[in-house]
């Protein structure tokens, strides 16, 4: 039977195995370059909108709120198993040592002197192990030193060449030569922001979602968005997590699931009716309101805003199914709403702009 399968009918090339391995390497160069700069756009456009949407997610609940340098550290596994081999080479990754991978502008760790590549040695007293366990508990430290602002005394391996504050210099062999090691210390002083992170999914798709606490943003939303369009779409999965739709979703649902048990034990097959109705219930008002509060959030950070409209637009005519109201199964609004609704937005936060008020949604008064 294996015989009688249909198989090509020319000669196969034939391959040599190291050209193969050139290539291989080559591409997961392009890989990892696509990926670093694919987060460190997303992170370079989202600490202004963390830092300037502080009040509001305080106003919210003090636990969505903490401090921040900005800074994000990666070990040689950080990017998956295929390309750790070509991180390590790129960043210098000892063993299994902690390396900066994004130092986004405007951030503390950024102003401080911080730069990508930087091996943390030491912080707050604390001198960062080379073992497995080592970003585990960095994270359980800096998860304690991150709920005040005071600062943090940080001392780095930076690889040479380099100016600056160098104390000592080193010399090692690496998979990628001689490297030279400066010693160099910091204070970096944190900020108070947002208590969420975005995060890149690489992905082909036109999507972005908030899941409470992080807010993932598909690689084909980073391929048509602007930057100004970027932090309108990140500005409202942030009001999505702060302004707490993602549980009262989840709440929703629950007491949808409940009331389909309580009637099924009638012998009523609601057939999850009941769910799916909780599940809708709100869910394009959320939109709307993460919308227009994600508009603020823009507009606080210094996003200009008089386009922002046009996105909704542009987004109709990569999805026309999306221009119209779609009956009750619609979870999202119409895309001609949303254009009305923000035109309606910029409008209100420019008379407030005019009239010197604060940019601070219009909240409903408390009952």
């Keep these: ?154 001392t780095v391996a930076r690889p040479l060449p380099s100016h600056g504050r160098g104390q000592t210099s080193t010399s090692e062999a690496t998979a990628s030569g001689t490297v030279s090691w400066q010693t160099l210390q910091f204070t970096v002083t944190p900020h108070k922001v947002c208590n969420d992170r975005a995060e890149l999914v690489p992905r082909e798709e036109l999507n972005a979602f908030a899941t409470g606490s992080v807010v993932a943003l598909y690689r084909g939303m980073l391929r048509f968005a602007s930057d100004a369009e970027l932090s309108l779409v990140l500005g409202h999965e942030f009001a999505h997590n702060f302004m707490g739709h993602v549980q009262a979703m989840q709440r929703n649902q629950t007491l949808g699931t409940l009331a389909d048990i309580l009637l099924s034990r009638g012998r009523v097959n609601t057939q999850g009716a009941f769910t799916e109705a909780a599940v809708m219930n709100y869910s394009r008002d959320f939109e709307a309101e993460a919308d227009y509060v994600g508009l603020y959030v823009a507009a606080r950070a210094g996003i200009p805003i008089g386009d922002a409209p046009k996105f909704w637009r542009r987004m109709a005519v990569a999805n026309p199914a999306g221009i119209s109201p779609r009956g009750y199964s619609a979870t999202h609004p119409a895309t001609s709403e949303r254009f009305v609704a923000l035109e309606r937005t910029v409008a209100e936060i420019e008379t407030k702009r005019r009239d010197g008020k604060p940019l601070t949604p219009d909240f409903k008064a408390a009952k």
């Design 1 to 154: 039977m294996l015989a009688a399968c249909a198989g090509p009918s020319t000669q196969p090339m034939v391959l040599n195995p190291q050209d193969v391995q050139r290539e291989a390497q080559l591409q997961r160069e392009l890989a990892l370059d696509a990926i670093m700069e694919d987060e460190a756009r997303i992170k370079r456009v989202a600490w202004p909108l963390l830092v300037a949407a502080a009040e509001l997610c305080e106003r919210q609940s003090k636990e969505r709120v903490r401090f921040d340098t900005g800074a994000t550290f990666t070990s040689g596994a950080g990017f998956g198993k295929e390309l750790e081999s070509t991180l390590r080479l790129r960043l210098n990754i000892r063993g299994h040592a902690l390396v900066l991978s994004h130092v986004p502008p405007g951030t503390p760790a950024h102003s401080a002197g911080l730069r990508v590549g930087d091996q943390l040695v030491e912080i707050k007293g604390f001198v960062i192990p080379n073992t497995a366990e080592a970003a585990t508990e960095l994270a359980k430290r800096a998860h304690e030193w991150l709920k005040t602002g005071d600062a943090l005394a940080t």
